[in-house]
């Protein structure tokens, strides 16, 4: 933001107030300390540490500065001692010029918190100049008829040094002509007339040789000397006269050598070499030599070198004009010096900090003085920086600037500022000086890591490779450094069933995960953990993400038959009527298998049989049935090899060995049904028979209804009890595997018949019941039709 010279808005100014309230308390003015001149580097100027009630160590604590206000270094701090020493022998000639007395300006800077205190330091004259005049030889012609008493002026002698140690006498070497004396002109200087004592004769003396000796006021005192040679004039009756006596006029600082200042002339009413006027400085000091010219004969004044406002704002020229009889008159031309915008602002950096800690409260970034050269409105200056930043200036005394930050800043969202500072003049044209700053801000741990997704999800084929990469996750932290080092760790888990250690590894540097050993999908089909990242941050700052295992299937356990159970000591029998009907139902392969989804889809297959094509078995759910009518040719005893095969890549697959025992009488139940025993009827080959038939199927008829009926109840509460009783016998129904595998859940009417065929129930009692199966076997195998992967 840009802040104007002086009127900043009241809030600024309050703080302000508050940051410089002991600066203000102590008063601005320090010392004034003296010391003289030419001194030895080194010399004792002043003992700081008292001055500023501080001890000593504090100084060098507070980054104590001293900075002229020439921006020169002629102060040193000693921080041992806490004594101010001269940094160089300091002349006050160079330093001050005439001005007395000689004071040097200067600040004192301290930090933590930001204080300036004004000082000032008085240089003493020494007398070391002698006085001397710039012309060692002066020509004075003075005419012969010269009354008495009559002064002429003499050129000055100087000394550089001021004051008391300046020129206070002159003398000349004894005569009985001349004599000396003094005058004051109204600036306070001293210069010296020659006075005539007696009257002057051409013919008996024409030239005197005398010698001016000026002193200066110091003790011993100097001084310096020139010899006046005196010429005596035949008559000339009239000085040249100037028609005015002050000539004052104006020229710009800018303007180019040879720039006509003014033309002075002076008039003589004499003839000839009487009337001869010719031009010259007098009095002039070294600077009025160099810096003008006069012609002798025109009268014309004009610029030998540059013009500078600031170093000399008015010349003051004494000119002479001498006719050819020696008479002389003087004018002065007062020259005023023209300011123009010729220097640029300058911007001197007190002290600077490149580096700010990114949550600091306002601090104090640079300290810089503006000065300008130039005069009035050209050296009024505004500073300003560019808009925008979180940074501002605040004025201070004797043209200080503070640049200081804001409030906390954000390396985050900005590490690295450019700061202009520009220093614009009022003058015409617009002098502008521009300073950069870049300031770094530094990093504090602010940020925790962060992941990349709040939680994972990792798929792990079962059966893996121990110390297999499974995947990986990873967080960023915006901060830099160590403050954005992160490390990964598993987290413990609350589930004490999990141990995680021994499952999963994680790469503390990268994020990899790592299962430890192989997975059983069997046992364990997902699992889910937390992982957490750390920075190096002091304090670090962490933080969780999820992730969840979930392991995949493989195909590796072949599928069990339940039943028939396969390592009894006496194989299980099935008994098969011989006037089984084609389509009766044998018996059901039961098989389950512990892996989930294809690779538990079982199909059952007829391997072998004694005699093939009298069995079938259906390939989806293992029922055997008989695919014809049994003849009297067929073997009582048939072995049937069936495989059960599951449908994973590679297939596994069970072999199950069936036993079947054709049986005779065994009719009774299975006598046909009314309407199967008219569909086999049709068959026209014992005619005879057919009413015999007919009577014994009516009795046969009532009879079946009435075990029907009594079978039925009988079932219902057999279903019953079996159900609720019937506590599975180990090994014969492993109720664990159907749990396991989603799709291997035993179909009630299934549970019931294993239940029984596996308990130690009678066959023959078992018997008993088949003839409510037909119901049951119709219900199953439309289950069947509609739903295809059953165990
Ligand atoms: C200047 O010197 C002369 C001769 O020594 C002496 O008489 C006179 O008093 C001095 N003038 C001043 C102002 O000191
Ligand atoms: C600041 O200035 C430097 C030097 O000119 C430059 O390399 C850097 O990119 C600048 N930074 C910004 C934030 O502008
Ligand atoms: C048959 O195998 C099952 C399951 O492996 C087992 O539980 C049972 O005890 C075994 N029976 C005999 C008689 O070996």
Redesign the pocket.
């Known amino acids: 933001m840009a802040v104007r010279g002086s009127c900043f808005p009241r809030q600024r100014q309050v703080l302000f107030l508050f940051l410089f309230g002991g600066l203000c308390l102590a008063g601005s003015e320090f010392g004034p300390y003296s010391v003289t001149e030419e001194t030895e580097r080194g010399s004792f100027v002043a003992n700081l540490a008292k001055d500023l009630g501080l001890e000593v160590e504090a100084l060098a604590a507070k980054r104590t500065r001293v900075v002229s206000d020439d921006n020169k270094q002629h102060l040193l701090l000693d921080f041992h001692t806490g004594n101010l020493l001269t940094n160089e022998k300091l002349d006050r000639e160079k330093l001050c010029g005439s001005t007395e007395p000689c004071i040097l300006y200067f600040q004192i800077l301290m930090d933590n918190p930001f204080q300036i205190y004004r000082a000032e330091l008085r240089i003493v004259d020494i007398n070391d100049h002698s006085p001397s005049f710039q012309k060692k030889e002066m020509i004075l012609k003075i005419p012969e008829n010269t009354a008495v008493g009559t002064a002429f002026r003499l050129e000055r002698a100087l000394d550089s040094d001021g004051g008391p140690n300046g020129i206070q006498n002159y003398t000349i070497s004894p005569n009985s002509v001349f004599h000396i004396a003094i005058h004051d002109n109204d600036e306070g200087v001293i210069y010296p007339e020659l006075v005539l004592d007696k009257p002057l004769n051409w013919e008996e003396q024409q030239e005197f040789s005398l010698t001016l000796t000026a002193f200066d006021g110091g003790s011993p005192p100097r001084s310096g000397a020139a010899t006046i040679q005196i010429l005596v004039m035949d008559i000339n009756d009239n000085a040249p006269r100037f028609p005015q006596e002050l000539y004052q006029t104006q020229a710009a600082e800018n303007s180019p050598i040879g720039f006509p200042i003014v033309k002075v002339s002076a008039e003589d009413v004499d003839s000839d070499v009487n009337a001869e006027v010719s031009y010259s400085f007098f009095d002039a000091s070294e600077d009025i030599r160099a810096t003008f010219q006069i012609n002798p004969f025109s009268g014309e004044i004009v610029l030998k070198a540059l013009l500078d406002y600031e170093t000399v704002k008015t010349y003051k020229l004494n000119i002479q004009a001498v006719d050819g009889g020696g008479l002389s008159a003087r004018c002065t031309v007062l020259v005023h010096v023209l300011d123009i915008n010729d220097n640029a602002p300058e911007l001197i950096i007190s002290s600077l900090v490149n580096e700010v800690v990114e949550n600091a409260p306002e601090t104090v970034l640079a300290v810089f003085r503006i000065n300008d050269r130039d005069s009035g409105e050209n050296g009024k200056t505004v500073c300003y920086i560019q808009e925008n930043l979180p940074f501002s200036l605040r004025p201070s005394v004797d043209n200080f600037y503070i640049l200081m930050t804001e409030g906390a800043l954000d390396r985050e969202s900005r590490a690295e500022y450019n700061i202009t500072i520009s220093v614009t003049d009022l003058g015409t044209p617009r002098l502008t000086t521009q300073h950069t700053i870049t300031v770094q801000v530094s990093d504090v741990n602010d940020n925790s890591p962060a992941f990349t997704q709040t939680s994972y999800t990792l798929f792990v084929q079962e059966n893996n490779s121990p110390a297999l990469h499974i995947g990986t996750i990873s967080a960023t932290d915006s901060d830099s450094g160590s403050n954005a080092h992160i490390t990964y760790s598993l987290l413990p888990t609350h589930d004490p069933q999990l141990a995680l250690s021994s499952l999963i590894s994680i790469n503390a540097d990268n994020g990899q995960l790592f299962a430890l050993r192989a997975l059983d999908y069997e046992a364990l089909q997902t699992f889910e953990f937390r992982v957490g990242a750390t920075d190096q941050g002091s304090p670090a700052l962490s933080s969780q993400a999820l992730v969840r295992v979930l392991v995949l299937d493989a195909n590796d356990n072949a599928p ?1 038959v339940l039943y028939p ?5 006496a194989p299980c029998t099935e008994l098969l009527p011989r006037a089984a009907e084609p389509g009766y139902l044998v018996t059901k392969v039961v098989a389950v298998d512990r892996d989930s989804g294809q690779n538990a889809w079982l199909s059952f297959q007829l391997l072998k049989a004694t005699e093939p094509g009298l069995f079938t078995v259906w390939a989806h759910n293992g029922e055997v049935r008989t695919s014809r009518l049994l003849s009297e040719r067929d073997a009582p005893k048939h072995r049937l090899l069936l495989l059960v095969k599951d449908n994973g890549d590679p297939p596994r697959s069970a072999s199950v060995t069936l036993h079947v025992l054709v049986v005779d009488g065994f009719s009774q139940p299975y006598l046909p049904l009314p309407e199967v025993a008219r569909d086999s009827v049709q068959d026209e080959d014992k005619l005879t028979l057919y009413l015999v038939i007919a009577l014994a199927s009516v009795s046969s008829l009532f009879l079946l209804s009435v075990l029907l009926f009594v079978g039925v109840r009988l079932c219902r509460r057999a279903r019953a009890t079996a159900l609720r009783g019937c506590s599975v016998p ?3 129904f ?1 109720g664990h595997l159907v749990d396991v595998s989603s799709m291997g859940t035993l179909s009630q009417s299934y549970q019931y018949e294993v239940c029984l065929r596996g308990g130690s129930i009678d066959t023959n009692d078992f018997k008993f019941l088949k003839p409510i199966y037909p119901d049951i076997h119709a219900h199953g195998s439309q289950i069947n039709s509609d739903e295809k992967p059953t165990f």
């Not at 159970?565 to 000591?569: C, M, Y």
């Open positions: 069990f159970l396969q390592n009894a000591s180990e090994g014969h492993p």
